[in-house]
T-cell receptor, first 113, second 114 residues
Framework: GENVEQHPSTLSVQEGDSAVIKCTYS??????FPWYKQELGKRPQLIID?????GEKKDQRIAVTLNKTAKHFSLHITETQPEDSAVYFC????????????FGPGTRLSVLP | GAVVSQHPSWVICKSGTSVKIECRSL??????MFWYRQFPKQSLMLMAT?????????EQGVEKDKFLINHASLTLSTLTVTSAHPEDSSFYIC??????????FGDGTRLSIL
């Protein structure tokens, strides 16, 4: 089955700096890769997603890149703000918007003022 | 946007009690619903997938008789934790998706078994 790894597990950056979180997946059939942001005790919220036919996608300060050959994808957050502090999960799945998600272990991002 | 409602948000009960958690899609028809469990500081682990009108598909290691899932309509799925014990204490989150839509998560249910 699919296995998703995520690094780093914790990340601290100064406000205004960029943050990068990397994930790898094992199943070459996976074709949908969402990123979720989860604040403590709350629901995961989809912040950006990418499909395997696209190499990069950007939405304001957030971007995701995908290297299908190497089976890894990354989340880039620029001009970080304190409200970006949360746990971020990557996921991999198969299907238009994913049948079953396999989540990475998460990255706790702290943006220091 | 798509809204998924999960109820209750927090349950505290005695060991041996059965607890039912509801997951509703409020403004779309959820052809598929997913149930996840999340232990503190850990990732979301898929427990089971349910399609409306059919039996749920459980992930390896998840006991079907302990975690009863019913998806009787296109807007409601329930998870019943039977004879709950302290080790079942966790954050349970459902998600729902309609045809051609991404998954939308509920707010989660914090289950504490004393």
């Amino acid at each position: 089955g699919e296995n998703v790894e995520q690094h780093p597990s914790t990340l601290s950056v100064q406000e205004g700096d960029s943050a990068v979180i990397k994930c790898t997946y094992s199943d070459s059939a996976s074709n949908y890769f969402p990123w979720y942001k989860q604040e403590l005790g709350k629901r995961p919220q989809l912040i950006i997603d990418i499909r395997s036919n696209v190499g990069e996608k950007k939405d304001q300060r957030i971007a995701v890149t995908l290297n299908k050959t190497a089976k890894h994808f990354s989340l880039h957050i620029t001009e970080t703000q304190p409200e970006d502090s949360a746990v971020y999960f990557c996921a991999a799945s198969i299907g238009n918007y994913g049948q079953n998600f396999v989540f990475g272990p998460g990255t706790r991002l702290s943006v220091l003022p | 946007g798509a809204v998924v409602s999960q109820h209750p948000s927090w349950v505290i009960c005695k060991s041996g009690t059965s607890v039912k958690i509801e997951c509703r899609s409020l403004d779309f028809q959820a052809t598929t619903m997913f149930w996840y469990r999340q232990f503190p500081k850990q990732s979301l682990m898929l427990m089971a997938t349910s399609n409306e009108g059919s039996k749920a598909t459980y992930e390896q290691g998840v006991e079907k008789d302990k975690f009863l899932i019913n998806h009787a309509s296109l807007t409601l799925s329930t998870l019943t934790v039977t004879s709950a014990h302290p080790e079942d204490s966790s954050f349970y989150i459902c998600s729902a998706r309609g045809a051609g839509q991404p998954q939308h998560f509920g707010d989660g249910t914090r289950l504490s078994i004393l």
